[in-house]
């Protein structure tokens, strides 16, 4: 189902309003005092502030005033159908661990999709001020430093790469052995950036980032906003990653073949 | 030697000075397609920026003009004697790996001292636009959202802490193990935040930093702002960090002792 023009001003112009509403939210909270809650088993640490349900909140808040024929998925309130065709994917803060530390490099994702993944999408980063945008023939950020455009960098080899994860252990024993065998052969590999590892990708700072046990809410935006920045996000096999799970950001599909190749022989 | 109050308020006035020199030449080529050197051998990858050395003589510049007795020990150009019992510590741009990769979590470090190490500091970074001073009654963050005073946060014990840390790897094998130890009993450990990480203990959003291999200007300024938060820091020993080597950072004299008694146990 293409998009029109129309159509494609409307959803941007909702996206925008729901990242303001979503700062907003988030601001609240952040270097606060809050109180953490531990939604999953005490094997993992995954913190839900109220500030991630609020930012929810008030993203579908303008949803259904602006957009209630559309579909949900958010990471805290789950799924909501819809007749458009068109499906919001929101995560109101990626990186729940690195806001309730403090640092600046979590972020509020929005994607808006259709049957074959994601065709636009925000990271926005509230505390910095900063907001990179990709879809619709558009990628750029906006930040405390001006407006720019987004695009790769290109012509590395994984020798002068600089490879980004969250954490060092990412995902299972043998999905860690599979990106260190990456990591080992790329420049400088540096961890705990959350979303912003993508958006530095998109932004031609850094040239791949590699993770694992993602849900689709992690990934649709930071997809989006690199693809148009002319770079390349599958799953560690070349297939589609917007559902989750394993995620091969690249700079450039021979950076992009050269660091699945390693993935594959180490799996 | 005692500074008095006038020459305290001359201090900061340069301090502030310097940062917002340093701020104008480090921002000229973040996010810019630089070229880093290699200034180590082959086996460590250290990249050091031209803005790494024009920011460090920015700083020289105002120095020069006004403290032209102090002595100045840079990370760039080394050691300056000079004749007044203080000591400028500087460090240009502090994780210049996340500099080239882009990252907000660098940082300005100055610092000034005495021959009982640092009495005030400075942890600046440019891109967020973020000041964290400390010293001469003072500890204090001033920040795209405006003022807010420092402190630590207290009452935690290492099972409810956050740890940071730059490097999964945390200097040898051993220091490694021993940062592992304590990090294995913390509630959460994070990576990668550069010197931004000691800013946030002193925030207090985290609870410990603990490193090994730091350089007397990558902790100077550190120890001046946290320890005019109410925090602590000392070398893994006990005894002082400021000439470099390993530090650990706390929130708590009670938490600087559970985390100590561990990696002394594990080394």
Known sequence: ??????????????????????????????????????KCDDSYF?????????????????????????????????????????????????GTRGYISGTPTWGVLIAVSNENGPIYGIIDQPYIGERFEG???????????????LGVRQGRALSEATVLTTFPEVGTAQERAAFEAVANRARLTRYGMDCYGYALLAAGQVDLVIEAGLNAYDIQAPIAVIEAAGGIVTDWSGGPAH?????????????????????????
């Open 46 to 94: 995954d913190p839900v502030t109220e500030a991630d349900r609020a930012a929810e909140r008030a993203m579908r808040d303008v949803l259904a005033e602006h957009r209630p024929d559309d579909a949900i998925l958010g990471e805290e309130y789950g799924a909501t159908s819809g007749e458009s065709g068109l499906t919001w994917v929101l995560d109101p803060i990626d």
């Open 1 to 38: 189902m293409p998009v029109d023009q129309v159509t494609q001003n409307a959803l941007r112009h909702v996206a925008h309003h729901m990242a303001d509403a979503a700062r907003v939210e988030t601001l609240k909270h952040f270097r606060t005092s809050l109180a953490a809650d531990n």
């Open 243 to 267: 559902n989750g799970g394993r995620a091969l950001a690249a700079a450039t599909p021979a950076l992009h073949a050269e660091a699945m190749a390693i993935l594959q022989a180490a799996l």
């Open 135 to 149: 879809g619709f023939g558009r990628a750029e950020l906006a930040g405390p430093h001006g407006q720019r455009p």
